[in-house]
């Protein structure tokens, strides 16, 4: 089988051993798998073709979810699929399936003009985000009015917001494998690589249900999000297609296995292959 992964390379400092230990695994059993990087080259839209039989769309880059879209025009496979993968990076989208699937989300809020938000400030802070945006980077909590304008400039527009609720301990960042549900404890935001692992904790019903409801919802079963608890009710804030899966036991393995599944159902339907142990 042949796999593509489409990705952003990432700078020395930025340890992220997954993926590569993910690809080392896949050509282990014997598939032929292929780095691409958008934003390293041009890429000649007349020209492009499906080469591969499973495109693993990594990068959070608008370039490479573009190529992405592309090649699903051209009946290309890819995991997760681009409407899904479109879908998750717009937070207004999201956020929106979310709620009408009885997800518990905060109270969310769009709009064009950052102090039209002022008068939400006199029941709560407001968290302000880039409406596209990923990793944690350009989010602010505003509690002042005057603070609305600096928040709204870092997260672009249009200025998306939700109600702060004040968190009851840490993060819980929580990770779907086709249908299996991991727990992982973190600190925000993180201040180094060992933040990010974070430390393992069971995942109790009411979490597992909330997660595969969010996989129902969005039609994907390999995805990431984040649940804050607060005065002791849980809150999803944040929602990924394919987060980094940082603190999952045996998280390489299981996502290769994953892969390897997929592509062999792209390729021959009826495929089975043995389950990750």
């Not at 370039?63 to 879209?69: C, K």
């Not at 690589?193 to 919802?217: H, M, T, W």
């Not at 980094?244 to 159902?265: C, E, M, N, Q």
Request: hydrophobic share 45%; aromatic share 8%; net charge neutral.
């Amino acid at each position: 089988m042949k796999i593509a992964f489409i990705l952003v390379r990432h700078p020395p400092s930025r340890l992220s051993p997954i993926v590569p230990e993910v690809m080392q695994r896949l050509r282990q059993r014997g598939a032929t798998v292929t780095e691409v990087m958008p934003d390293e080259g041009v890429t000649d839209l007349g020209a492009l073709t499906v080469e591969h039989d499973l495109y693993v769309l990594k990068s959070g880059a608008e370039t490479a979810l573009s190529l992405a879209g592309a090649l699903h025009s051209l009946g290309a496979t890819l995991l997760n699929p681009y409407p899904v993968a479109a879908l998750c990076r717009d937070k207004v989208m999201v956020t929106r399936v979310l709620q009408a699937a009885g997800v518990p989300v905060p109270a969310t809020y769009v709009t064009a003009d950052p102090h039209r938000l002022a008068p939400l400030l006199a029941h709560s802070a407001l968290v302000v985000k880039p409406h596209r945006g990923s990793q944690g980077y350009g989010v602010r909590i505003v509690r002042q009015p005057d603070e609305l304008a600096a928040a709204a400039e870092q997260a672009g527009r249009p200025v998306y917001a939700q109600a702060y609720h004040q968190p009851d301990g840490l993060d819980r960042k929580l990770y779907c494998i086709g249908g299996d549900v991991f727990g992982v404890q973190r600190v925000w935001p993180v201040g180094s690589y060992a933040d990010k692992l974070g430390r393992p904790f069971s995942v109790d019903s009411e979490l597992r249900d909330i997660a595969l409801r969010c996989g129902r919802a969005v039609g994907i079963d390999l995805f990431g999000l984040d649940v804050v608890y607060s005065d002791g009710r849980p809150y999803v804030v944040d929602f990924s297609s394919f987060p980094g899966f940082k603190g999952v036991p045996d998280a390489a393995a299981r996502l290769s296995d994953y892969i390897a599944r997929t592509a062999a159902l792209a390729t021959h339907p009826a495929a089975r292959l043995e389950p990750f142990s």
